[in-house]
Nanobody, 120 residues
Framework: QVQLVESGGGLVQPGGSLRLSCAAS????????MGWYRQAPGKERDMVAV???????NYVDSVKGRFTISRDSAKNTGYLQMTSLKPEDTAVYYC??????????????WGQGTLVTVSS
């Protein structure tokens, strides 16, 4: 079984920065695609940024130039560096990983979410 634990959320003023982390544990053999998603109150969960095992990245237009997704394969951890934060970035942020396990299965795993609030 694979678990994802997110951290780094909190309250920040507009224009501020936060770095989210997502650590995978359990029966992880290899992590393929990793992504960050967010869900604002009353809205659907949307993709924010994705990074492949080869390092290719993709971002939603609203965060391009402000957010950076990265990964540390040795630590089974992914990151989302967020700068120039805006009130509309307020949401619960979730990470998702596509993982192969030690038993040879491929699973898609979600973290529990971490709340980011951008407000003065």
């Amino acid at each position: 079984q694979v678990q994802l634990v997110e951290s780094g959320g909190g309250l920040v003023q507009p224009g501020g920065s936060l770095r989210l982390s997502c650590a995978a544990s359990g029966s992880v053999f290899r992590i393929y695609t990793m992504g960050w998603y967010r869900q604002a109150p009353g809205k659907e969960r949307d993709m924010v940024a994705v990074i492949t095992s080869g390092g290719s990245t993709n971002y939603v237009d609203s965060v391009k130039g402000r957010f950076t997704i990265s990964r540390d394969s040795a630590k089974n951890t992914g990151y989302l560096q967020m700068t120039s934060l805006k009130p509309e970035d307020t949401a619960v942020y979730y990470c998702k990983m596509t993982v192969s396990t030690a038993s040879g299965n491929f699973v898609e795993v979600w973290g529990q979410g971490t709340l980011v609030t951008v407000s003065s």
